[in-house]
């Protein structure tokens, strides 16, 4: 294969991860919290190294898959069980299997047995546990405070009180690459990188009761750049094409 070839086609596969990758980030873009992707490319040579090197072929890397984890825009929904974070960190959850993830989309509800868990069911971990109301709790009247604590009014309308049902636990981890997608809006860490994830000191982040953090992710950009990625693919294919057709007059004079 000529360098020349070699260099567009590796061109177009990186435009075809390109793609996929937005592709995914339109389909998710009104899911909370979701964190957009984006594609690395490197120099070919740096990927696979003095192999290929050796042969003189050269051309765009395989591209990386990468995650976006800038904070996404506040919006106001007036749902007490929506909470969203403003700054670092993500909420700790279990899943049905008992599995450690981490999510930015504080959507909650109150199971049937009193746990405060997300739409698929997993437990909304505390710092101290799993945050729990009890039936004597008026969960119409549920807030959160700047720092995560979760405070549930019990009592009557003129004598109540405010309990603290537990501070959610906030964490973060110093290596964003070190999370794992799971799902759209769930992470995942190794059971060694579990030790890096730490609770988030109060100063770094703030919860906001009624509210849920959107997509970082901008579907007019989106489509944008969905549309150079298939004009920098056509280009590739026209020259591919270009390419071939040259070496095959070449070969033709040579018979």
Same mark, same amino acid.
């Given at each position: 294969?000529? $360098? ?12 075809? @991860?390109?793609? *996929?990758?937005?592709? $995914? ?54 749902? $007490? /069980? ?10 700790? &959850?279990?899943? @049905? ?19 405060? %868990? ?17 039936? $004597? ?12 604590? %979760? ?11 405010? @309990?603290?049902?537990? @501070? ?5 981890? +110093? ?23 730490? &609770? ?12 849920? +953090? ?28 270009? /390419? ?5 007059? *070449? ?5």
């Amino acid at each position: 294969m000529s $360098r020349a070839i070699y260099t567009a086609s590796s061109g177009m596969v990186l435009e075809l @991860k390109r793609q *996929e990758a937005i592709a $995914r980030n339109l389909a998710a873009a009104n899911f909370p919290g979701f964190k957009k992707e984006f594609i690395v490319s490197e120099n070919f040579n740096k990927i696979l190294g003095d192999k290929l090197n050796s042969n003189g072929m050269t051309g765009t890397g395989g591209g990386n898959v990468k995650i976006d984890f800038t904070q996404g825009p506040l919006q106001e929904t007036d749902r $007490r /069980l929506d909470f969203a974070i403003q700054g670092k960190g993500f909420f700790e &959850v279990t899943s @049905k299997d008992n599995k450690t993830l981490y999510t930015r989309n504080g959507g909650f509800f109150i199971a049937k047995d009193g746990k405060l %868990v997300t739409p698929e069911g997993y437990a909304v971990a505390g710092e101290t546990g799993e945050l729990r109301f009890e039936s $004597r709790d008026n969960v119409s009247q549920i807030q959160v405070t700047a720092d995560g604590m %979760v405070q549930v009014r019990q009592g009557k309308e003129t004598d109540y009180k405010m @309990k603290n049902l537990g @501070k959610l636990k906030i964490v973060d981890i +110093e290596d964003k690459d070190k999370l794992v997608r799971v799902t759209a809006n769930y992470f995942a860490v190794s059971d060694d990188d579990k030790r890096l994830m730490t &609770v988030c000191k109060n100063e770094d982040y703030q919860t906001i009761n009624g509210y849920l +953090e959107m997509s970082n992710s901008s579907p007019m950009m989106d489509m944008t750049a969905m549309i150079q990625s298939q004009r920098e693919f056509e280009m590739g294919q026209k020259l591919i094409k270009m /390419l071939d057709d040259r070496h095959q007059k *070449e070969l033709q004079k040579l018979t």
